[in-house]
Nanobody, 118 residues
């Protein structure tokens, strides 16, 4: 399985970015695909997740109402639409995959840097 994250960049506070995570190597019907982020000097934290088979979504409190995770079945891609960005959203964003029935993430993408200027 390979995960290729893209879409990061520099944006002003209040702006928007859309991250993509292209997945290849297998069918993902039994998987949960998630986004995590790690800011400089901080631990990695959960951002959002989507259950591939049913489309159920979950968000960290810090991004609820601003970020939206979705999937494109045809392209095996997970998207993270980020609106109303804040400087504290600055981080390297990673996509990751785990089985529906497990807690451990099996595969990780390489990360994409999001920088929000004030």
């Amino acid at each position: 399985v390979q995960l290729q994250a893209s879409g990061g960049g520099l944006v002003q506070a209040g702006g928007s970015l859309r991250l993509s995570c292209a997945a290849s190597g297998r069918a993902f019907a039994s998987y949960v695909m998630s986004w995590f982020r790690q800011a400089p000097g901080k631990e990695r934290e959960f951002v959002a997740a989507i259950i591939w088979s049913v489309g159920s979504t979950y968000y960290a409190d810090s991004v609820k109402g601003r970020f939206t995770i979705s999937r494109d079945n045809a392209k095996n891609t997970v998207l993270l639409q980020m609106n109303s960005l804040k400087p504290e959203d600055t981080a390297v964003y990673y996509c990751a995959v785990r089985l529906n029935t497990a807690n451990e993430y099996l595969y990780w993408g390489q990360g994409t840097l999001v920088t929000v200027s004030s």
